[in-house]
């Protein structure tokens, strides 16, 4: 199976003295295996891709939409990880990268993200979709919005009901199934959650080529 099931933010192999345990040479470059989820945008549209490895000249993804030789594309690893470069090949649901400016691998992989300078930490992609949510409270009540984002780790929703930080509730939204989840925050008719459970890599990349994308 091409996409494996991601259920980790930062999926990365294990390593000893800090080394991934698979760290191999093409020629002159170092290519490591990382398995690490992120965002590509091509043109404007964005998906859920793969990293499978990287150097710092370039990266070959995992990916469902189609893209094409020459390309320019932007890959998010983070909201502080983005990099930049040009499609050299593709194969079966697979993508060459050539970064337009070579990349220091070891920090754009760092597993712990730091807060910035405005004291935010940075996060894994978020997707703006348009869709219908339901939140199923533990207390029975059950709350409805529409999806501002989301990712393999949580949501957003718009809603005019009333939620609490540390709510249990159990999102459902249409086209996936039921996932339990915890209220993280709740500010100006948007409540975030975090899934107690991560989505599968090729779940969520299935349900957003079906989905209309928001703005």
Request: charged share 25%.
């Amino acid at each position: 199976m091409l996409h494996k099931k991601i259920s980790q933010e930062d999926a990365a192999p294990v390593a000893i003295d800090g080394q991934p345990v698979e760290d191999r040479r093409h020629g002159s470059q170092r290519f490591v295996t990382v398995l690490k989820v992120g965002r590509a945008v091509v043109e404007g549209h964005d998906q859920l891709c793969l990293v499978r490895n990287m150097s710092a000249e370039g990266a070959k993804l995992d990916i469902y939409h189609e893209v094409e030789q020459g390309q320019k594309i932007t890959i998010e690893l983070r909201s502080d990880k983005v990099v930049t470069g040009t499609v050299r090949w593709v194969g079966d649901h697979a993508a060459g990268i050539e970064f337009d400016d070579p990349v220091d691998v070891t920090d754009l992989l760092q597993g712990r993200p730091q807060r910035s300078v405005l004291r935010k930490l940075p996060r894994s992609p978020r997707f703006l979709v348009q869709a219908h949510a339901h939140l199923q409270h533990d207390k029975g009540n059950t709350l409805s919005g529409e999806l501002v984002n989301i990712s393999l780790h949580g949501l957003c929703i718009e809603t005019i009901d009333e939620a609490r930080v540390d709510d249990h509730v159990v999102a459902r939204i249409e086209g996936l199934p039921p996932r339990s989840a915890t209220v993280r925050w709740v500010h100006d008719g948007m409540i975030g959650l975090h899934f107690d459970m991560p989505m599968g890599f090729s779940e969520l990349a299935h349900w957003l080529e079906r989905h209309p994308r928001g703005e």
